[in-house]
Every structure is written in C-alpha cells, then in structure tokens.
C-alpha cells in the first residue's frame, strides 16, 4: 500500500515537473520586472513614481506572467499528455475569462441545467487547468478512437 502511494506521489510529482519546466524562464523574466517595479519605485527607491509609464510597464509585464499562468500551464500540460496544445491553452483562456472572474469575485450562483457549478478565480493556480487537461487527453483520445471506428 505504501508503494502504491510513493508510486503515486512519484507520478504526479513527474506530471507536475515536466510541465513547470519549461516555463521558469517566463516566471523569472515575469518575477524580474515585479522586483523591478518594487524597487526602483514608490515602495523602496521612489526613483520611478507609480503613475509613470515605466512603473506600469514593469507592473502589467510582470503581473502578465502570472495572471496567465493557466493558458501557459494548459500547453505544457497538453504536450505532456499528449493532445492538442491550442485547445489546451483554450482551456486555461476559458478559466481566466473576464465573466468567470467577475462571477467569482461576486460570488455569483452558477449552474448548468441544473447542476451547480462553484466558481473560483483560477488565475495563477496550476492544480486546476492540470486536472481539466488531464481529463480532456481521455476525451480528445476517446474522441479520435471513435472516429477510427466509424
């Protein structure tokens, strides 16, 4: 049982690596311009001030490698279960999408045809796009085996 646990961890510990990777570079330039903005402006330094263009350049650029972090997660995520990248990317999109984080941030009761759907703010997660990639590798697989039969 123990084993079966380790194995289990080892997996999605290999899952999780595979599609972090390749997108430290983007999170280092990303936490880059954030230490930026910190530094050079009104929070340490005040050598650049928080209305100048430049401040809001190093913020927005900065904030960008985060707050999409689910489209760039939903590619490595797609490549590394082996379906289609962009409709992986779509998925991340679709949990970052201005009514879905509104509803979110209201609160707002959701449901379809009946089934309530609980809504959070997904921007900067990874457990959730992995999870929605993950099962739609099986239904793209399912999909195209089932066009093979027919």
Same mark, same amino acid.
């Given at each position: 049982m123990l084993e079966k646990c380790k194995h289990s961890l080892s997996v999605f510990l290999d899952v999780l690596a595979s599609c972090l990777m390749p997108l430290i570079p983007?999170?280092?330039?990303?936490?880059m311009?954030?230490?930026?903005?910190?530094?050079?402006?009104?929070?340490?330094?005040?050598?650049?001030?928080?209305?100048?263009?430049?401040?809001? !350049?190093?913020? %927005? #650029?900065?904030?960008?490698?985060?707050?999409f972090f689910p489209i760039m997660i939903?590619? /490595?995520?797609a490549k590394r279960f082996n379906c289609n990248v962009i409709l992986g990317m779509f998925i991340g999109a679709i949990?970052?999408?201005?009514?879905?984080?509104?509803?979110?941030?209201t609160g707002s009761a959701f449901d379809v045809y009946g089934i309530p759907c609980h809504v959070q703010?997904?921007?900067?997660?990874?457990?959730?796009?992995? !999870?929605?990639? %993950? #099962?739609?590798?099986?239904?793209?697989?399912?999909?195209?085996?089932?066009?093979?039969? /027919?």
């Open positions: 983007m999170l280092i330039a990303a936490s311009f954030k230490t930026l903005a910190a530094i050079l402006g009104p929070d340490m330094l005040h050598w650049i001030d928080a209305s100048s263009s430049l401040y809001v !350049l190093f913020t %927005f #650029v900065g904030d960008a490698g985060f707050y939903g590619y /490595t995520a949990m970052l999408h201005p009514t879905f984080v509104q509803m979110a941030e703010n997904y921007s900067s997660t990874i457990i959730p796009i992995l !999870l929605s990639v %993950f #099962v739609f590798s099986y239904i793209e697989r399912f999909r195209l085996t089932s066009n093979l039969l /027919t």
